[in-house]
Nanobody
Framework: QVQLVESGGGLVQAGGSRGLSCVVS????????MGWYRQAPGKQRELVAE???????NYADSVKGRFTISRDNAKNTCYLQMTSLKPEDTAVYYC?????????????????WGQGTQVTVSS
């Protein structure tokens, strides 16, 4: 099986910074895209940032210039560094990974989600 475990959530004041981590473990051949999503109460889950297996990144307009996504392939870990936080950044943050696993006939991609970590930004 494959597990994603996020950490780093908590309460932070507006204007502050917070870092999130997501560790992928289990039966993994390789990891393709990794990303962070968030879901605020009453809203749909939305993409925050994603990073390919190389260095390509993609950010939501609302976080460009404030958030930075990175990954350490040796540690199967993805990071989200959040700065200049705003109350509207308050949400549960979820990590997603596209994991390649071996199958009897070769390899196949699977999508996995973490359990989420709460980030609350106070004004």
């Amino acid at each position: 099986q494959v597990q994603l475990v996020e950490s780093g959530g908590g309460l932070v004041q507006a204007g502050g910074s917070r870092g999130l981590s997501c560790v992928v473990s289990g039966s993994i051949f390789s990891i393709n895209t990794m990303g962070w999503y968030r879901q605020a109460p009453g809203k749909q889950r939305e993409l925050v940032a994603e990073i390919g297996s190389g260095v390509s990144t993609n950010y939501a307009d609302s976080v460009k210039g404030r958030f930075t996504i990175s990954r350490d392939n040796a540690k199967n870990t993805c990071y989200l560094q959040m700065t200049s936080l705003k109350p509207e950044d308050t949400a549960v943050y979820y990590c997603k990974a596209i994991v390649v696993r071996r199958t009897p006939s070769g390899t196949r991609e699977y999508q996995y989600w973490g359990q989420g970590t709460q980030v609350t930004v106070s004004s």
